[in-house]
């Protein structure tokens, strides 16, 4: 008999260990969340300065906007804007300090301008000359020094 009775409390007694376990796993784990991670987040990482973000990540802070974007092309839609009549147009957009600073101008930026002058030209008729800031020149993105002007100074 006191086999019998041993052998059920050895039944008993790892269930009991085991929810005695479980208890004291939960209880540990509650605590953890309670109280926090282990290393104090002020530790964990170096303090960096709280600077506004201007594209880089040293030296200056960035890469400056082509010339083409503010120096060039306002100054050509200016003229565009000026040229207001078919002597306008002759007399501001067709001449030779308009040719060389459409021959300055990065490729792209200087097909852009010649559609706007050839377009502000149109509404006037006016002809654009077929060699005008070497609009006529293939490839399109020729390097700047290769291209040559076609109205003398």
């Known amino acids: 008999m006191y086999l019998h009775v041993l052998q059920i409390h050895e039944r008993a007694l790892p269930s009991a260990m085991q929810k005695l376990l479980l208890l004291i796993v939960s209880l540990m784990g509650a605590s953890a969340l ?9 530790v964990a990482r170096a303090a960096s300065p709280t600077m506004a973000c201007n594209g880089g990540k040293g030296g200056k802070g960035g890469k400056t906007p082509p010339k083409d974007k503010w120096l060039f092309r306002p100054k050509v839609n200016k003229l565009v804007q000026e040229a207001d009549s078919a002597e306008g147009v002759k007399d501001i957009l067709l001449t030779a300090s308009t040719e060389k600073l459409l021959l300055k101008m990065n490729w792209k930026y200087r097909r852009s301008a010649g559609h706007k002058i050839r377009k502000r030209a ?24 290769l291209l040559v002007p076609s109205i003398a100074e």
């Open 122 to 145: 149109a509404q006037f008729g006016v002809e654009v000359p077929h060699e005008f800031a070497a609009f006529h020149v293939r490839p399109r993105n020729t390097p700047k020094h």
């Open 34 to 42: 309670v109280v926090g991670p282990l290393a104090p987040a002020h």
